[in-house]
């Protein structure tokens, strides 16, 4: 079983930046492809980005250039990092932090999610 803990979010204005953490821990998270979604009112939950084991990084073009995304493997935890600047309102959604592997099927693991509101 994994556990998905999120941290940050909360209100900035046009142009700022924030950053969002997410900490995993269970069994093989070290191996297990981490990211962030997002889920505007109205709208579907769609992937900001993600990073793999070996840390390889897939945005949505909607992001790339303003958003990084970072993993840190400390012994029994992986935590994930998304730092997004020179935000937008239309950024303002719920975030989510998924955890996810393939055996077969794909396996999700999700966080709470935390609003992240972008408004002048």
């Known amino acids: 079983q994994v556990q998905v803990v999120e941290s940050g979010g909360g209100l900035v204005q046009p142009g700022e930046s924030l950053r969002l953490s997410c900490a995993a821990y269970?069994?093989?998270?070290?191996?297990?492809?981490m990211g962030w979604y997002r889920q505007a009112p109205g709208k579907q939950r769609d992937l900001v980005a993600e990073i793999t084991p070996g840390s390889i990084t897939n945005y949505a073009d909607s992001v790339k250039g303003r958003f990084t995304i970072s993993r840190d493997n400390a012994a029994n935890t992986v935590t994930v990092y998304l730092q997004m600047s020179s935000m937008k309102p239309e950024d303002t959604a719920i975030y989510y932090c998924n955890v996810h592997y393939y055996n077969l099927r794909r396996y999700d693991y999700w966080g709470q999610g935390t609003q992240v509101t972008v408004s002048s």
């Open positions: 269970g069994s093989g998270v070290h191996f297990h492809t």
